[in-house]
Nanobody, 126 residues
Framework: QVQLVESGGGLVQAGGSLRLSCAAS????????MGWFRQAPGKEREFVAA????????YYADSVKGRGTISRDNAKNTVYLQMNSLKPEDTAVYYC???????????????????WGQGTQVTVSS
């Protein structure tokens, strides 16, 4: 069992930056693939970024490519999402997700992930 706790959300002006953190419990964090998703009011949960456990390959949604960076610190059991040049359309609840091992299908599908955090609100004002 893995528990995930997100932090770092808040209110920021357009053009600003935030770094979201996701702290994971468990001793096998390094063997988990991790992802970030977001959900805006009235919309479906959408993929933001993912990082494999082996090799650390990263993947991004087109909407954040060039503005977002996912990284992990296995010693701290933490995955990060750095978001720059924030836009009002980035406003959403951001969720951290985890799955043991590698992806069986697509890293951008929520069903690929076994564990989810409670989310952290990001609000970008114009």
């Amino acid at each position: 069992q893995v528990q995930l706790v997100e932090s770092g959300g808040g209110l920021v002006q357009a053009g600003g930056s935030l770094r979201l953190s996701c702290a994971a419990s468990g001793r096998t964090f390094s063997s988990y693939a991790m992802g970030w998703f977001r959900q805006a009011p009235g919309k479906e949960r959408e993929f933001v970024a993912a990082i494999r456990w082996r090799g650390g390959s990263t993947y991004y949604a087109d909407s954040v490519k060039g503005r977002g960076t996912i990284s992990r610190d296995n010693a701290k059991n933490t995955v990060y999402l750095q978001m720059n040049s924030l836009k009002p359309e980035d406003t959403a609840v951001y969720y951290c997700a985890a799955r043991p091992g590698d992806y069986s299908g697509n890293y951008d599908f929520p069903v690929e992930y076994d564990y989810w955090g409670q989310g952290t609100q990001v609000t970008v004002s114009s």
